[in-house]
C-alpha cells in the first residue's frame, strides 16, 4: 500500500498537467477562432466604443504622444474659434440690416459694427426693433448650436470642436453683449439708450451679464474636456494641460488674429498706400474678445470640480494630426473677411 503512494502522486501530477496543457491547447483554438472571425464579430460593444479610429495604423496611442496631440489640438482650435467667430458675426448683423432695410434706414455692415447712412428720424419702435434683433438670433444660433454639440459629441471627425466654438461664440454674443456694447456705446449700447435706461440699471445689467458668463463656464469645462478625441489628453493630470492648449491658447492666438486683421491697411495691402484703421472703432469686438478670458479663468476655476469625474470618448486619432484644411480655411476667410467689408457692405 505504501508503495503505491508515489505512483500515485506521479499519475495525479500527471493528470494536472495533462489538464493544463489540455486547458491551454482548447484556449489557443479559441483564440485561434476568433482571430480568424471577422473584426465586427470579435469585438464588443464596449470595445468598438473605445476603439481610436486610425486606419491603417495601430488602435492605440500613447502617452509618449501628449505633447505632440497638444500642439496639433490646439492649431486645430485655433481655426474653430476663427471661423466660429466668422459664422456667428454674420448673422445677427444681416438680421439688423433687414430690419433697418426695411425702415429705409440705409445700413452698411463693416467688419467691426454696423453702421447707418440714414440717421435721421429715428422712431423708438425702430430703433429697439433693429438693435434687439442680433441677440435674438444669436440666442437663436446657441439654441441650435448647443444641439447640435451635443449630436457630434458621438462622432468622430472635426464638428464635435468646431460646434463647441459654435456654441460658445453665440452664447457670448446673446448674453455677453452688455459689456462690449456699453463700452463701445454700439449694438446693446444703442439699445439702453433707446430703452432710456440710467447708468446704474446699466452697470447691474453687466455685472449680471458677467455672472452668468461666469456661472456658465462651470458647464463649458465640462464640455471642453468633452471635445477630446484621445483618452490620454483627459487623464486626470492632463486635465488641465488640455484645457490650456484646447481653450487657453487658440483664445489669445484666435483673438490677436482678428484683431490683426482689424488693423490692416487694406488700401496699403492693395495699392501700398493708405492709414491704418483706428483700434478705437473696433472697441466693441475687442471687449466681446476680452470677455473670452473671463470665461477661460472660470473653466480653470470649476476644473477641480471634475477632477474625479471619467470621461469615454468617441476617439480619432486622424483629429489629433494637425487639420490644415481647416487652418488654411480660417486663415483665407479671416482675410477675405476683412477684404470683403472693409468698404462696407451696403444694402
Not at 154 to 162: D, H, I, K, L, V
Not at 202 to 216: K, T, Y
Not at 293 to 302: D, S, T
Amino acid at each position: 500500500m505504501f508503495g503505491l503512494g508515489p505512483r500515485s502522486k506521479k499519475s495525479s501530477g500527471g493528470n494536472h498537467s495533462g489538464q493544463r496543457r489540455r486547458s491551454k491547447s482548447r484556449i489557443n483554438d479559441r483564440i485561434d477562432e476568433d482571430l480568424n472571425k471577422p473584426e465586427d464579430t470579435r469585438l464588443g460593444p464596449d470595445d468598438k466604443d473605445r476603439m481610436v479610429y486610425n486606419p491603417g495604423k495601430s488602435l492605440k496611442s500613447s502617452t509618449k504622444d501628449i505633447p505632440y496631440y497638444l500642439r496639433n489640438t490646439s492649431l486645430n482650435s485655433f481655426a474653430f474659434f476663427v471661423l466660429s467667430y466668422l459664422a456667428v458675426y454674420f448673422p445677427g448683423k444681416i438680421a439688423s440690416a433687414v430690419l433697418a432695410d426695411l425702415s429705409n434706414r440705409g445700413p452698411v455692415i463693416f467688419y467691426h459694427k454696423i453702421l447707418f447712412t440714414n440717421i435721421t428720424g429715428w422712431e423708438s419702435s425702430d430703433a429697439i426693433s433693429i438693435f434687439s434683433a442680433p441677440l435674438v438670433v444669436n440666442f437663436i444660433q446657441f439654441v441650435l448650436y448647443f444641439s447640435l454639440f451635443h449630436w457630434t459629441k458621438q462622432r468622430e471627425g472635426p464638428y464635435r470642436q468646431f460646434a463647441f466654438w459654435l456654441f460658445l461664440h453665440s452664447m457670448m454674443r446673446a448674453w455677453g453683449s452688455v459689456l462690449p456694447g456699453i463700452a463701445a456705446f454700439e449694438e446693446f449700447g444703442y439699445l439702453a439708450g433707446w430703452l432710456y435706461l440710467n447708468s446704474s440699471i446699466v452697470f447691474g445689467l453687466s455685472m449680471v451679464s458677467i455672472g452668468v458668463l461666469f456661472l456658465l463656464s462651470s458647464i463649458w469645462v465640462l464640455f471642453a474636456l468633452e471635445t477630446s478625441y484621445s483618452k490620454h489628453l483627459v487623464y486626470k493630470e492632463e486635465r488641465l494641460k488640455y484645457l490650456h492648449f484646447f481653450v487657453g491658447l487658440p483664445v489669445l492666438a484666435g483673438s490677436l488674429f482678428i484683431l490683426l486683421l482689424h488693423t490692416l491697411s487694406v488700401d496699403f495691402f492693395l495699392r501700398g498706400s493708405g492709414t491704418m484703421p483706428r483700434l478705437g472703432d473696433s472697441m466693441h469686438e475687442m471687449v466681446y474678445l476680452a470677455e473670452f478670458g473671463i470665461v477661460y479663468l472660470a473653466m480653470m476655476m470649476f476644473l477641480p470640480f471634475y477632477r474625479e469625474k471619467e470621461f469615454i470618448i468617441v476617439r480619432d486619432l486622424r483629429m489629433l494630426k494637425p487639420q490644415r484644411f481647416w487652418i488654411l480655411a480660417a486663415l483665407g476667410s479671416g482675410l477675405a473677411f476683412r477684404l470683403f467689408l472693409d468698404k462696407g457692405w451696403f444694402w
